[in-house]
T-cell receptor
């Protein structure tokens, strides 16, 4: 069974731009979570989607948004990028008890 | 958000057991205790989870205190491949995971 895939793997943007990251969960998994990982703040929960609905949201500004499609694929969008948004963005899909993480998208904001 | 406290770092000799502690004094009755680890340059991976009773799987054992305010992840024979950051997480209702800072485990050959 294929694992969680994330595209692109690396991305460089400039301040003020927006970015969209994509996540394809493991086949059959309906729940997808997103996390931001930085050296200073560690792994922080962004949001979780289940059956196209956002179920939970972490403490991030409204510039961070996401959505999930009917095939469970998910995207997250960051608008008006700031230098502090440089991070590894991780996506995970769920079975009932276990999360399976993708390799992440490394976003650099210049 | 239920919080966990872990030591920042630990060391272990290869092929010896490792006990990674976690304090979670504010745990509620329905919170599950989950452990994940993150190898260098990879996303986190599931290790083990439990509610009240001790748990074993092929990777590790989880010992949960009777009052559930602390737990210990046990790696029975550390290998170099076990060098990672280990996260202890409380999962309540829903799928919100708050990872904390974790314990960086160094395995000495």
């Amino acid at each position: 069974k294929a694992g969680v895939t994330q595209t692109p793997r690396y991305l460089i943007k400039t301040r003020g731009q927006q970015v969209t990251l994509s996540c394809s969960p493991i086949s059959g998994h309906r729940s997808v979570s997103w996390y931001q990982q930085t050296p200073g703040q560690g792994l922080q929960f962004l949001f979780e989607y289940f059956s196209e609905t956002q179920r939970n949201k972490g403490n991030f500004p409204g510039r961070f948004s996401g959505r999930q499609f009917s095939n469970s694929r998910s995207e997250m969008n960051v608008s008006t990028l700031e230098l502090g948004d440089s991070a590894l963005y991780l996506c995970a899909s769920w079975t009932y008890d276990e999360q399976f993480f993708g390799p992440g998208t490394r976003l650099t904001v210049l | 958000d239920a919080k966990t406290t872990q030591p920042n770092s630990m060391e272990s000799n290869e092929e010896e057991p490792v006990h990674l502690p976690c304090n979670h004094s504010t745990i509620s009755g329905t919170d599950y205790i989950h452990w994940y680890r993150q190898l260098p340059s990879q996303g986190p991976e599931y290790v083990i989870h439990g509610l009240t009773s001790n748990v074993n799987n092929r990777m590790a054992s989880l010992a949960i205190a009777e009052d559930r305010k602390s737990s210990t992840l046990i790696l029975h024979r550390a290998t170099l491949r076990d060098a990672a950051v280990y996260y202890c997480i409380l999962r309540g209702t829903g799928n919100q995971f708050y990872f904390g800072t974790g314990t960086s485990l160094t395995v000495i050959p």
